[in-house]
């Protein structure tokens, strides 16, 4: 595809892509990589730096660091796609609904949409997390309904410049139903949008799930997950630095790997879309 | 069919929009017949409703007032059931070649709707067959079965376009100006091609232009609009050689003609067209027309059948005086 | 002989696009001449080439992916081509004016009409932001609006009011040269013939020579002294008006003719030409007409045909063509 050879131009996307990439076969193969099993306590080599056994250190239960974050890539790939999945769809749906119908049907989506806009994303993620219970399943649950307005205003959009096209009243002129209209129609030339803010969007669920797993919602010990070490690391942060950097310097890189496979789509799908 | 084998009639029918600025009168009290097997011819400058009056007729568009009869039954009081079924009998083909197919189709999905919608066919096999029958039919060949829209060229969009149309084996095609998008010698060839259709299969069509010189070449009547309203209709050759609308005289004489030394007097209009919302009492072109006369602004004049099968709407047509006020 | 003065001799130009898809060979050894107080024709269908001619003499083909490959573009005996950037810039709006087709994106949504004018004075003259506003206002009565309006935006004026500022703003500093790219397709019927009645009358009062880009026949006879026909980046045919409309001799030229619906007889079909326009990264060898010519012949294939007198004033790109029509052909009317 055309996409992919300008993507290929950009540096920072390949470069991301790659990232991503070694993302996935660290939480595929984390059982082959890590050489620990990430709730393994050895008390006696609690808080050791950083050496040739323990690569990235132990932390306060002689837990070895570097396999509780590969484990933990599995984790926050999880949240990260699932969250972003619910959001995706549920808010795709709701947001093609208000586009192709307008009226009042748009009206009241859209003012539910406003609604939870008007609450910062994360305080909204906390107070659903809080209500739901502590969970991995929780978490993601959580993450994604805070972001459904963002995917419906995206999707409303794209339908509403769609809508307007020759092509939809030819196929209402042939006598295809609204439904077919859609979900055959309308849906499948949105999708630039979509992927872009999917990919993004994925950055800040696990983000949201590491800030909600740092105040000690979501995820419970000794599950791994890259904000909850960093939480537990913040305590010995001066005697131990270590403890807290990696678990950070995950998180980091994790989000701007994915922001420039997101920025590199976005350009790749633009011009095209000028087109 | 009814009387005379009328196919579609028109009675007194309207359509308005809500706008910001008022009420926008697109088609406004519209009434006229069109014959089986005969091409209407529908002229005029934008904003005139033309476009506006193609849709509604067929139900794109939901009219305001008025009546649309389609073979005897007036098919604005149609069931949604029943609206279906006739979307089998009239069709509609599109302006833009570039915007009336869906991207993310091949040729032979974009003609497959209508059969795949109205489940037309029990099997695959035979709906394939019927496709490639549509493609050869409107010249498209085998071979871009497979080919997404944005790797032809107009002339060929707008074949597709006329194969989705002809797919449920319609009646009544409503032609949106299916060749203003395209460059000359293309449009000659879909003219020839509509014009085989037309003699191989026996439809009626409505074509809608802005071309005058095309619209000619394809219509037995011709009807021109101004504002809403249909200011003259009368057969194509007359309408040419003896225009009795004062807007019909300047929309011919306006037209650029591909000979040289032609003399003529050009009649040049002062002005805009003025806009269809809020429109004026009276007559709608006389704030532009040159042999206005103080009726002209309070009477709205009706399109009258003046003589057999010419139809003006205009208080003094045969009687244009000018210098009125 | 040629004993009139050009204004415009257009030699031998070639510009090309280097892009993903290849080499687009947008005009190719193209030979154009436009006399003093001259309207030329310059027709074609979409994709010939000739908005890339005409940005080809301003000299604003974008550098990255276009570039002149050869020729001279001579404009008053100095070749355009040679000169400087800002040599250009003089050129660009005092000597040269170019109008282009859609007036919505020609002017600045959110500058009064009378300013977008008095900039182009300012630019060109040595006048003052005062005289140059005085100027303007002079330049919209000419044009038909009435000076009240000089203050509104364009969004507040039609689309064939829209084109009058354009010509305005063009006409402003009376340049030698005014091309204008199908200036009044998208204008209605009737709001087109009102700015063809105008542009004649500028043509007259002012002595410009102009360039009228267009694909419209009937514009041509109507406006026009002499003609250029071009195809896949070529002219083919060169005359004056009346000689092209009744004794063209390219077949592209033939087939031009007899796609448009006669207005005064009937006809069956229109005799069209078959196929569609090539290309323009993969032009046919020899002449790029002859997959679609019904009179070609072997050599057309290999052979480039050249661009030669048949009578005087009269240049056709057809060998084949030529040598037939030598007693000249007459268009049936």
Redesign the interface.
């Known amino acids: 595809m055309e996409v992919w050879h300008r993507m290929k131009r950009s540096p920072m996307a390949v470069i991301g892509l790659v990232l991503i990439i070694v993302l996935f076969v660290m939480a595929l193969f984390a059982n082959v990589i890590a050489p620990f099993t990430y709730s393994k306590q050895n008390l006696v080599h609690a808080f050791e730096s950083p050496s040739s056994k323990y690569i990235f250190g132990t932390d306060e239960f002689g837990r070895d660091i570097f396999s509780r974050i590969v484990y933990g890539a599995r984790i926050s790939l999880q949240v990260g796609f699932i969250a972003v999945g619910i959001s995706m769809f549920i808010g795709g749906f709701l947001g093609a609904l208000a586009g192709y119908y307008g009226g009042k049907i748009d009206n009241v989506i859209m003012r539910i949409m406003d609604v939870l806009l008007s609450i910062p994303s994360i305080l909204l993620a906390i107070a659903i997390a809080a209500s739901l219970g502590p969970g991995l399943f929780n978490l993601m649950i959580a993450v994604g309904i805070s972001a459904i307005p963002n995917y419906a205003r995206i999707v409303r959009g794209s339908v509403l410049s769609i809508r307007g096209?020759?092509?939809v009243?030819?196929?209402?002129?042939?006598?295809?139903?609204d439904l077919?209209i859609i979900f055959k129609?309308i849906i499948?030339?949105c999708t630039a949008p979509i992927i872009v803010q999917a990919t993004l969007g994925v950055a800040t669920a696990i983000l949201t799930a590491a800030g909600l797993s740092f105040i000690g919602l979501g995820i419970q010990p000794p599950i791994p997950e890259w904000g909850a070490m960093l939480s537990s690391g913040r305590s010995y942060i001066r005697d131990y630095p270590y403890m807290t950097l990696f678990p950070g310097l995950a998180i980091m890189i994790t989000i701007l790997a994915l922001n420039f496979v997101g920025d590199g789509l976005r350009d790749a799908l633009d011009p095209k879309l000028k087109r | 069919m009814t009387k005379n084998g009328t196919l579609v009639e028109v009675k007194n029918l309207k359509k308005y929009f809500n706008t910001k600025r008022g009420l926008l009168h697109a088609v406004d009290d519209v009434s006229f017949r069109i014959t089986k097997g005969e091409t209407l011819g529908l002229v005029g400058e934008s904003g005139c409703g033309k476009s506006t009056l193609g849709r509604v007729m067929i139900r794109l568009l939901d009219a305001t007032a008025g009546e649309v009869h389609f073979d005897g039954e007036d098919i604005l009081k149609y069931s949604p059931g029943k609206m279906k079924e006739l979307r089998k009998r009239v069709q509609i083909v599109f302006q833009d070649p570039y915007s009336c197919l869906n991207p993310r189709l091949t040729v032979s999905e974009l003609i497959a709707e209508p059969l795949i919608v109205n489940k037309v066919f029990r099997d695959k096999a035979s709906m394939n067959a019927r496709i490639r029958e549509l493609m050869e039919t409107v010249g498209l060949a085998e071979r871009l079965e497979t080919v997404y829209p944005h790797e032809l060229d107009g002339g060929r969009r707008q074949r597709i376009g006329i194969a989705r149309s002809l797919a449920l084996k319609p009646e009544f095609i409503v032609l949106d100006e299916p060749v203003s998008a395209l460059d000359v010698c293309i449009q000659a060839q879909i003219l020839n091609l509509l014009d085989h259709l037309k003699k191989e299969f026996g439809y009626t069509y409505v074509f809608i232009s802005h071309n005058l010189s095309v619209v000619k070449h394809v219509s037995d009547r011709i009807a021109v609009m101004y504002l809403g309203k249909i200011v003259e209709l009368s057969d194509y050759k007359v309408i040419f050689t003896d225009p009795l609308h004062p807007y019909t005289q300047a929309l011919l004489s306006a037209i650029p003609i591909a000979k040289v030394g032609s003399k003529r007097d050009r009649i040049i209009l002062e002005g805009d067209v003025p806009s269809p919302i809020e429109p004026p009492e009276g007559c709608r072109f006389a704030g532009r027309c040159l042999y206005r006369q103080d009726r002209c602004t309070t009477e709205t004049p009706e399109l009258r059948e003046i003589a057999p099968d010419r139809f003006v709407a205009c208080h003094f047509a045969r009687n244009l005086k000018r210098g009125g006020k | 002989m040629n004993e009139r003065k050009l204004l415009l001799d257009i030699q031998d130009l070639t510009i090309h696009y280097e892009t993903e898809a290849g080499r687009v060979r947008a005009v190719e050894h193209l030979y154009l001449e436009l006399g003093y107080g001259e309207t030329l024709g310059f027709v074609g269908e979409t994709g010939a080439g000739k908005t890339t001619t005409a940005l080809g003499v301003m000299q604003l083909i974008p550098s990255p992916p276009g570039a002149f490959k050869g020729g001279k573009v001579l404009f008053e005996g100095e070749d355009l081509l040679a000169k400087s950037e800002a040599e250009m810039r003089s050129i660009r709006g005092g000597k040269i004016a170019m109008i282009f087709q859609d007036p919505m994106t020609s002017l600045n949504p959110v500058i009064t009409v009378d300013k977008q004018i008095a900039e182009m004075i300012a630019l060109h003259r040595d006048v003052n932001e005062k005289e140059a506003l005085e100027q303007a206002v002079q330049m919209l009565d000419i044009v038909g609006i009435r000076p009240e309006r000089a203050k509104d935006y364009p969004h507040q004026f039609s689309g064939g009011m829209k084109q009058r500022v354009v010509i305005a703003i063009a006409l402003a500093c009376d340049p030698a040269l005014l091309i204008a790219d199908e200036p009044t397709t998208a204008l209605d019927v009737t709001i087109q013939a009102q700015v063809l009645e105008l542009m004649k009358e500028l043509k007259r009062k002012y002595n410009t020579s102009m360039i009228m880009i267009t694909h419209d026949l009937g514009i041509v006879a109507e406006i026009c002294d002499r003609v250029a026909i071009m195809y896949a980046g070529r002219v083919v045919e060169y005359a004056d008006t009346k000689t092209l409309f009744e004794r063209h001799v390219h077949p592209y030229t033939e087939g031009l003719f007899n796609s448009i619906p006669d207005l005064g007889e009937d006809q069956e079909d229109l005799k069209t030409i078959m196929g569609l326009m090539p290309d323009p990264t993969n032009l046919p060898t020899g002449c790029s007409f002859h997959p679609r010519c019904p009179y070609a012949v072997e050599t057309c294939s290999r052979e480039t045909p050249a661009f030669v007198e048949v009578e005087p004033g009269h240049k056709v790109a057809c060998p084949v063509r030529a040598a037939a029509g030598k007693n000249g052909k007459e268009r049936a009317s």
């Open positions: 096209q020759e092509f009243e030819a196929a209402k002129a042939v006598g295809s139903s077919r129609h499948p030339n």
